[in-house]
Nanobody, 121 residues
Framework: QVQLLQSGGGLVQPGGSLRLSCTASGNILSINTMAWYRQAPGKQREAVADISSGGVTDYLDSVKGRFTISRDNAKNTVYLQMNDLKPEDTATYYC???????????????WGRGTQVTVSS
């Protein structure tokens, strides 16, 4: 019913920038919260940033001032602009859509498949 297609990511040197995108599809009428999570090898998945349908944002302390989350409600798309990347930002990044309302369904949570971000010199 709901699919999240992620793009972006890759290999970047420390101090560099990357932009992630995630578009939700599937007869969607509205999405409550959209978010980005990440998971590094051997570590638990953690929330990086989230944004409400009204544009209220929240960030993991370690990315504040470096990452910016934004969304285009008309396109059901969320973005994560990542600047001044550090090696500790290396992880697989996952997109999440919470409270997805469709024409004939409601889905509490949906996940993208993940995209790798590697920060290394």
């Amino acid at each position: 019913q709901v699919q999240l297609l992620q793009s972006g990511g890759g290999l970047v040197q420390p101090g560099g920038s990357l932009r992630l995108s995630c578009t939700a599809s599937g007869n969607i009428l509205s999405i409550n919260t959209m978010a980005w999570y990440r998971q590094a090898p051997g570590k638990q998945r953690e929330a990086v940033a989230d944004i409400s349908s009204g544009g209220v944002t929240d960030y993991l302390d370690s990315v504040k001032g470096r990452f910016t989350i934004s969304r285009d409600n008309a396109k059901n798309t969320v973005y994560l602009q990542m600047n001044d990347l550090k090696p500790e930002d290396t992880a697989t990044y996952y997109c999440n859509a919470g409270g997805v309302r469709g024409s004939d369904f409601f889905k509490t949570s949906a996940w993208g498949r993940g995209t790798q971000v590697t920060v290394s010199s």
